[in-house]
């Protein structure tokens, strides 16, 4: 069974940063996709990034510019760094990977906390 687990999440002050992880328990270059989302309380989880196995990267236009996906494939992690941050980024962040034959899997999420 394939794991993922974030890290990183906490309080920040506007206009900080923080750096999430997301390391899974399989090699990063067997998915598909991996991605992060958010999802703030009352609202919907929405996607924040993605990035795909040919190296396609795509954001959510509010965190262009200021958020960036990468991986390691040596460490089989996925980052988000966040910079810039608003109080309306404040959710908890869920790592999503996808793989063949119907696998979606998820982390069990971190909080981000951003005060104004």
């Known amino acids: 069974q394939v794991q993922l687990v974030e890290s990183g999440g906490g309080l920040v002050q506007a206009g900080g940063s923080l750096r999430l992880s997301c390391a899974a328990s399989?090699?990063?270059?067997?998915?598909?996709?991996m991605g992060w989302y958010r999802q703030a309380p009352g609202k919907q989880r929405e996607l924040v990034a993605v990035?795909?196995?040919?190296?396609?990267?795509n954001y959510a236009d509010s965190v262009k510019g200021r958020f960036t996906i990468s991986g390691d494939n040596a460490k089989n992690t996925v980052y988000l760094q966040m910079n810039s941050l608003k109080p309306e980024d404040t959710a908890v962040y869920y790592c999503?990977?996808?793989?063949?034959?119907?696998?979606?899997?998820w982390g069990q999420g971190t909080q981000v906390t951003v005060s104004s």
């Open positions: 999503n990977g996808i793989r063949g034959l119907g696998g979606d899997y």
């Open positions: 990035i795909r196995s040919g190296g396609s990267i």
């Open positions: 399989s090699p990063i270059f067997r998915f598909n996709v």
